[in-house]
């Protein structure tokens, strides 16, 4: 009977061929598939274990807390805090980067994580996800500090996404091998390759972006949907479709799978607020973005690619414009003027 190639065959497999690994990177994309195995099976009961939900709290961007946001952010801080495998963790849902307990292994590696995106989703039965990015820690640290993870997304060693739709997939980048995507087979309990080294089509005809907001967007962004809005009769010559479904990672999934663009740039409502965007660069932009560029996409600002930026702060919003590469340069192109 034919079992198939589970995540941990691949990532030890992949250790294989990098000389001197030591086998901590396999451990440590163990503890954040069983992290992911746990929260798909907490997406999966929902209102039967009655997690669905406020939880009554804010987060530090003043973000109303779903209860699924702090239990979500627990499992990985208890799946990853304890193996000897990281050096520190930061989430979208802690104020600070979190410090290992005094008595847990240190490993050579940092975590930031969005243990629940679209998690406004999460009460209406649409998907979910959760995404990480890992990046080394300086040798020998015992108590990161900020600054050690305020690095750029480009320096990222691996960055992925876990998807909780009909199925959940786990979707993984690291510059040496490509994006590679696994389903969770629930019966058995694995994740299984079954996409290897994904590749987003140059060209698409479609485009997400939150609508509601357009009349706060910059003149480049109007001029792109404006255009795509005109269809065949206009500039493009071709009619374009739109999806929007407010959980990233189920856009970005869609977009490795068939191509599109992902939009959401900074707009003037939040440039009056003094915010730099509404996704985060660190958990958010940042693993994203390593997962597009190594699938052949692009991911900018509109002014500047996204792994290129130098982080000020852990929580810091940025605009994000991401997919076919055609499509997202032909929108560079318009910022540039
Ligand atoms: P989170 O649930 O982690 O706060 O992230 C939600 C993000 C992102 O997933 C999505 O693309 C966007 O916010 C949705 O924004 P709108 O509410 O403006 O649609
Ligand atoms: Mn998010
Ligand atoms: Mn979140």
């Known amino acids: 009977?034919?079992?198939?190639?589970?995540?941990?065959?691949?990532?030890?497999?992949?250790?294989?061929?990098?000389?001197?690994?030591?086998?901590?990177?396999?451990?440590?994309?163990?503890?954040?598939?069983?992290?992911?195995?746990?929260?798909?099976?907490?997406?999966?009961?929902?209102?039967?274990?009655?997690?669905?939900?406020?939880?009554?709290?804010?987060?530090v961007q003043g973000e109303t807390q779903k209860k699924l946001d702090v239990i979500t952010n627990e499992v990985f801080l208890e799946a990853l805090a304890h193996n000897g495998h990281v050096a520190g963790l930061a989430s979208e849902e802690m104020d600070e980067i979190y410090e290992l307990?005094?008595?847990?292994?240190?490993?050579?590696?940092?975590v930031l994580f969005d243990p629940l995106d679209g998690s406004s989703n999460i009460d209406v039965n649409v998907s979910?996800?959760?995404?990480?990015?890992?990046?080394?820690?300086?040798?020998?640290?015992?108590?990161?500090t900020t600054e050690d993870f305020l690095k750029p997304g480009a320096q990222q060693c691996g960055a992925g996404y876990c998807l909780y739709g009909p199925s959940t997939m786990m979707v993984f980048a690291t510059a040496a091998r490509g994006v590679q995507m696994f389903t969770l087979d629930k019966d058995f309990g694995e994740f299984l390759l079954t996409h290897e080294d994904v590749k987003i089509p140059d060209d698409t005809s479609e485009f997400a972006i939150n609508a509601s907001n357009s009349r706060f967007w910059e003149e480049p962004?109007?001029?792109?949907?404006?255009?795509?809005?005109?269809?065949?009769?206009?500039?493009?010559?071709?009619?374009?479709?739109?999806?929007?479904?407010?959980s990233m990672?189920?856009?970005?999934?869609?977009?490795?799978?068939?191509?599109?663009?992902?939009?959401?740039?900074?707009?003037?409502k939040m440039k009056a607020k003094k915010l730099g965007g509404k996704l985060r660069l660190?958990?958010?932009?940042?693993?994203?973005?390593?997962?597009?560029?190594?699938?052949?996409?692009?991911?900018?600002?509109?002014?500047?690619?996204i792994l290129d930026m130098v982080p000020e702060d852990v929580h810091q919003r940025v605009p994000v414009i991401l997919g076919s590469r055609n499509e997202v340069e032909r929108i560079v192109g318009y910022h540039a003027g």
């Open 249 to 268: 990672v189920a856009e970005v999934h869609r977009i490795l799978t068939r191509g599109g663009v992902f939009m959401y740039p900074v707009d003037e």
């Open 101 to 110: 307990p005094a008595d847990a292994p240190r490993g050579h590696y940092l």
């Open 128 to 144: 979910v996800g959760t995404i990480f990015s890992i990046i080394k820690a300086p040798e020998g640290v015992v108590r990161p």
């Open 282 to 305: 660190m958990y958010e932009a940042n693993p994203m973005s390593l997962i597009i560029e190594q699938a052949g996409g692009v991911s900018s600002t509109g002014r500047e690619r």
């Open 1 to 59: 009977m034919h079992i198939g190639t589970t995540l941990t065959n691949y990532i030890i497999e992949t250790q294989r061929q990098i000389q001197g690994a030591t086998g901590e990177f396999t451990g440590l994309l163990n503890d954040i598939a069983v992290a992911c195995k746990k929260i798909s099976g907490l997406v999966d009961k929902g209102d039967l274990i009655g997690v669905l939900g406020s939880a009554g709290s804010e987060n």
């Open 221 to 246: 962004v109007k001029r792109y949907v404006d255009e795509c809005l005109a269809g065949s009769e206009g500039p493009r010559g071709k009619d374009f479709n739109m999806r929007w479904i407010a």
